[in-house]
């Protein structure tokens, strides 16, 4: 075994970077991939055909600094199943 000298970057997977999104059904239409992380922050995500939607960014962000998925469903107008489909995508994207 041959160790590394200091501290390596990850090598992203042959597929391309991962970004953090989750498969929703707003009241719009069809289920569709949504990006959980800012547009800006994953412009690929966005070329592979991922939607952004404020509120389910907003919904994530809140979540992943503890807040409460009922009222987040209230205070952003997102049905309670989606909340409960960030929240279970927030938990596997905390480092």
Do not use: N, W
Request: glycine share 6%; aromatic share 6%; with cysteine.
């Amino acid at each position: 075994m041959r160790l590394l000298p200091g501290p390596t970057a990850p090598t992203a997977p042959a597929t391309g970077p991962v970004f953090p999104c989750v498969r929703l059904t707003l009241d719009d239409g069809p289920e569709r991939l949504y990006l959980l992380d800012d547009p800006h922050d994953c412009p690929a995500a966005m070329a592979r055909g991922a939607v952004y939607d404020p509120y389910v960014h907003l919904a994530y962000l809140l979540i992943r600094q503890g807040h409460d998925v009922r009222r987040l469903a209230r205070f952003t107008g997102l049905p309670l199943s989606v909340v409960h489909r960030v929240a279970e995508a927030a938990a596997l994207t905390r480092p």
